[in-house]
């Protein structure tokens, strides 16, 4: 039986590569112009109406979430995906507290631009400002990426000289603190949360005709121009010095540090790269929301988010967009299982590190240190 | 929201003994557990996830226990030992059970793979999902009451600290309990095949330890200590839930990390820190700031000192 799975697995594997092998060896045009294809699919998902394709749709269930909203949630994962993946597959840093990114992301936009926010109130009573004053959006996405890269450079400053292991315990509790700071002050509404956070049109109001609080197609198409943004970015980064000694680090730290590659600084690097893009995905999050409270933050959370960078394929953007595609997507289109639908992605999870611990679109390097080490256990056992 | 002070030093030195004794009772499940996560981290260089689940489904078989035995509130002495031994039993077998299954289904194949910790990691988590899920559907996703096995009572009054039956029991089962675990792993001869392995894997399997056999059975042994402390949790609280696990297992990590990972005595010695330190921080701050003191607490020992109070390494140390 596990042989047979084993089979297809490797059968299914031997696809997969072929298929990315070809990919690579056709002319450039014809990579760049399958590439927009599919950009141009993704833009046209929320209104998917292919005959055949529609059972796709989480709305073609019973009580089933809609779509656009469903997808919306994916592409502000896949958000996610990228960022804890310069910091997991490119640096090899186990980063479990990655929420705490994603809420202090989430929690800069609702503070300084939501009316009701006990932040914007002592401004406004501080510097004599009229009532109806608060931070404007646009001015609030610099600021989310600041602060978040300031967190994530204050987490790592005194942290990241650990080893792996406690980094993953030390960073699961700054996730956690996060939280219960965020639950535990006044200055972040505490327990109630923060509602009136505004989105790209103002504060959320019927009137909104684009950026509204019923129609998500446009907060989807909002999310999946600055995905596709941040894959170009994090691509040059990873051809670039940086990405270089972001890998150098992963596989021999050592061997790293004699060639002249400052292992601290770039792994700094790596978690305010990482943490900046967490940061965006959480501001994201509490525009199109529009009400966060801290209880949306928790650690089970950043385990998922975890799960769906190695899922994936740590080390290789698409396969880790798709691990954080399937993460969001399958809870929902699955919702006829809904008390099961936990239990059978656990069970997932662990079939896939089984079978495949490569991750389902591993990047090519990654695949190989694997195959490596394999060798190493076969001559020592 | 505070009422009062916020930082309330009175209460917290007025009563420093009963809040110590809180701490050290509170920690000695910390440290029960904690020895899970060191028991394998000690010898596989593995966190394994998924004992906190380990720990969950043993106060699930105690429940069950208790209530085949039809126990109530209060119950006679003769009574209470059969309510224990059997909850003993059952938290144990149970427990220990899992934790083997968790080795057999989630850890073995990976290990003949030789692959990285992070895949680990993953497959733990996966594995822990699904047992607690397992138990949210089967058992419901509320708390589940148990009867009152132990009435608390004053047995100790020192000043004006209060020790209640429930404490000390909780407190010298855990010692009795971890005095036993060191001399297993330093005077037995599985415990000297443990060291073994911990110390050097591939030299052991030369020199005839079966390396398999010795990873079963440090699973065996830390999944019976998480279901010794699912009782006390038990007898301590009385309740329990699908979740349970999480939060505690978060702790008992942090437990064993703060002591050094690998470390036995640094596995008691970090949870009844961290146990003591959260009842501090509770009394101090009106207990909305526990956990944060418990990881604050935990970066700092780790800048000082990056392998934890004790020291690290399962192999090396005295136990």
Partial sequence: MTDTIRNLTGRVSGATGQIGDRFRAMPKWQRVLAFLAFVAFLYYLPLLGIPGLIWLRTDSIENGNNWAGVLFTCAIYVLIAIGLNVVVGLAGLLDLGYVGFYAIGAYSVALFGSKQSPVVKALQSQFGLSENWSVAWAICIPLAITLTMISGVILGWPTLRLRGDYLAIVTLGFGEIIRIIARNVDWTGGPQGIAEIPGPQGEPSPDNKIFGLIDVKPWYWLALTVVIAMVFVVRGLENSRVGRAWVAIREDEDAAAVMGVYGFKYKLWAFAMGAALGGMSGFLYASRNAFIEPNQFNALLSILFVAMVVVGGAGNTAGVALGAFLVAYLPERFRDFAEYRYLVFGAALVLIMLLRPQGLIPSRRRSRELQDRRKEASVNA | ?319
Wanted: proline share 2%; no cysteine; glycine share 12%.
């Fill in chain 2, 1 to 319: 929201m505070y009422k009062g002070d916020f930082v309330n030093f009175d209460e917290l030195f007025g009563h420093l003994g009963q809040h110590t004794v809180d701490g050290l009772a509170k920690g000695s499940i910390y440290a029960l557990v904690a020895l899970g996560y060191t028991l394998v981290y000690g010898v596989l260089r593995l966190i394994n996830f998924a004992h906190s689940e380990v720990f969950m489904v043993g106060t699930f078989a105690v429940l069950g226990v208790w209530g085949l035995l039809g126990a109530t509130d209060g119950p006679s002495l003769g009574m209470i030992l059969l309510l224990v031994l059997a909850g003993l039993a059952a938290g144990a077998l149970a427990s220990g059970a899992t934790a083997v299954a968790v080795e057999l289904v989630a850890y073995r194949r990976l290990r003949r793979m030789n692959a990285p910790p992070l895949i680990f990691l993953i497959t733990a988590i996966g594995l822990s999902l699904v047992i607690s899920e397992a138990f949210g559907v089967w058992q419901g996703r509320i708390v589940k009451g148990m009867p009152t096995v132990i009435v608390q009572e004053v047995w100790l009054t020192i000043g004006n600290t209060r020790i209640t039956n429930t404490q000390v029991i909780t407190v010298v089962a855990a010692l009795l309990m971890m005095a036993a675990l060191d001399q297993f792993i330093n005077r037995t001869r599985y415990g000297r095949g443990v060291r073994a392995v911990a110390q050097n894997p591939d030299t052991a399997a030369l020199m005839g330890v079966n390396k398999d056999r010795v990873i079963l059975l440090i699973f065996l042994v830390g999944g019976v200590l998480a279901g010794a402390a699912a009782l006390l949790y038990s007898i301590r609280y009385g309740n329990t839930r699908f979740n349970v696990g999480f939060l505690l297992g978060l702790k008992a990590f942090t437990a064993a990390v703060l002591g050094g990972i690998g470390n036995l005595r640094g596995a008691l010695l970090g949870g009844l820190l961290l146990g003591v330190v959260e009842v501090y921080a509770a009394t101090l701050t009106s207990s909305n700031w526990e956990d944060v003191a418990a990881f604050v607490i935990l970066v700092v020992v780790l800048l000082f000192r990056p392998t934890g109070l004790l020291g690290e390494s399962l192999g090396r140390a005295r136990a």
